[in-house]
């Protein structure tokens, strides 16, 4: 079993519309958890980390659930500009992150 | 300000030559990571430099693989006798990791796009 899984998608989303995907740790011990966006051939860069709590970021919001190992990324009101993969990204002890393979996003007009 | 950079941003090598693949991080950041990005796939990682400690290697596919990180600085990966399933994009990132910070914000450079003919 991979330690961070992700539905490859990709995610076909109407603008305006609202998605939701989630990412799966296997390592019980995970401490730090984020989303990060890369858009095509370019780099991954951070879009929010993702706090015990759940935590917004304007459109974005992300939550935790330690219980079942999971994290979720939902999107409202989706722009064109949201298409991307977003990269699950778990940290256990130690400072190695470990990335998912990725979902990907296309928003559609 | 200057973010990471990475050379050479395209390199062609023919199956059994050595390359080499350098990464300047951002000044100030004490964590350097390099990954591999294969068409299609997720981020592997290969190799995570912190400080003066010893590198994580646990991610180098084989001892074909090396890096090396000069002065804390800038860092080198090398890869021997280079293969066709060697071909992917080597990023590198790095980040400012510290008791003061919680944050563990890795900035990417653009990556080097590597292909073995």
């Not at chain 2, 294969?38 to 010893?54: D, H, K, M, P, T």
Request: hydrophobic share 30%; net charge positive.
């Amino acid at each position: 079993r991979k330690e961070v899984e992700q539905d490859p998608g990709p995610f076909n989303v109407p603008e305006g519309a609202t998605v939701a995907f989630n990412c799966t740790y296997s390592n019980s011990a995970s401490q730090s958890f984020f989303w990060y966006r890369q858009d095509c051939r370019k780099e991954p860069k951070l879009l929010m980390s993702v706090y015990s709590s759940g935590n917004e970021d304007g459109r974005f919001t992300a939550q935790l659930n330690r219980a079942s190992q999971y994290i979720s990324l939902l999107i409202r009101d989706s722009k064109l500009s949201d298409s991307a993969t977003y990269l699950c990204v778990v940290k256990a002890a130690g400072n190695k992150l470990t990335f998912g393979g990725g979902t990907r996003v296309l928003v559609k007009p | 300000g200057a973010g990471v950079s990475q050379s050479p941003s395209n390199k062609v090598t023919e199956k059994g030559k050595d390359v080499e693949l350098r990464c300047d991080p951002i000044s100030g950041h004490t964590a350097l990571y390099w990954y591999r990005q294969s068409l299609g796939q997720g981020l592997e990682f290969l190799i995570y430099f912190q400080g003066n400690s010893a590198p994580d290697k646990s991610g180098l596919p084989s001892d074909r693989f090396s890096a090396e990180r000069t002065g804390g600085s800038v860092s080198t990966l090398t890869i021997q006798r280079t293969q066709q399933e060697d071909s992917a994009v080597y990023l590198c990132a790095s980040s400012l990791m510290g008791l003061a910070t919680l944050s563990y914000e890795q900035y990417f450079g653009p990556g080097t796009r590597l292909t073995v003919t």
